[in-house]
Antibody, heavy 132, light 108 residues
């Protein structure tokens, strides 16, 4: 069973750097194809994808936020860390981490796991408020 | 960036009735589309991927269809636990993956 849980500060001041940690179990970030993403959701608004890190340390960022984001992994601790610099009140949101989607396909002789860029499952989320 | 547009924003439906939700992409995303359900205070839950494949454990009353730029999520007979917000997400052209603005399904 795959589980993920986000942790970090609930309140940050404008201009500060936010550091969030995603601690997961049920999979390894050293397995080929595996990835963990971050998605956020301002109160009452839609979802916004932020970043994704792959098992081989390849990283992808939202173009609109790329200059402010850094995603890293610690495979030995089963953790993924997201940092966002220069926080602003508009960054107030629930931040989720999520496992990159995977589907198993089996024939009569073998099975193959294919990974996709949808997300399943998600962590419970952590609300971060940006205010002075 | 591909823009995903969902309609309607709010759908009022009586329990037992059929609900049809739409998602439109600003350019073709082939069948690389997922649907999620989100209840208040909860994380999104994957319902559909590949435009039409139900995720593990998702009831058969949920079905997805479409390809290219037009997609539909249908809930054949709404149960009380289905009242929630539904989001579509494309993963064909990225980064970024992009989500729609959501459709809230409420009790009529």
């Amino acid at each position: 069973q795959i589980t993920l849980k986000e942790s970090g500060p609930t309140l940050v001041k404008p201009t500060q750097t936010l550091t969030l940690t995603c601690t997961f179990s049920g999979f390894s970030l050293s397995t080929s194809g595996v990835g963990v993403g971050w998605i956020r959701q301002p109160p009452g608004k839609a979802l916004e994808w932020l970043a994704l890190i792959y098992w081989d340390d390849d990283k992808r960022y939202s173009p609109s936020l790329k200059s402010r984001l850094t995603i890293t992994k610690d495979t030995s601790k089963n953790q993924v860390v997201l940092t966002m610099t220069n926080m602003d009140p508009v960054d107030t949101a629930t931040y989720y981490c999520a496992h990159r989607g995977q589907v198993g396909y089996c024939s009569s002789t073998s099975c193959l796991t294919v990974l996709y860029n949808w997300f399943d499952p998600w962590g419970q989320g952590t609300l971060v408020t940006v205010s002075s | 960036e591909i823009v995903m547009t969902q309609s309607p924003a709010t759908l009022s439906v009586s329990p037992g009735e059929r609900a049809t939700l739409s998602c439109r992409a600003s350019q073709s995303v082939s069948s690389n589309l997922a649907w999620y359900q989100q209840k208040p205070g909860q994380a999104p839950r994957l319902l559909i991927y590949g435009a039409s494949t139900r995720a593990t454990g998702i009831p058969a009353r949920f079905s997805g269809s479409g390809s290219g730029t037009e997609f539909t999520l249908t809930i054949s007979s709404l149960q009380s636990e289905d009242f929630a917000v539904y989001y579509c997400q494309q993963y064909n052209n990225w980064p970024p993956v992009t989500f729609g603005g959501g459709t809230k399904v409420e009790i009529k």
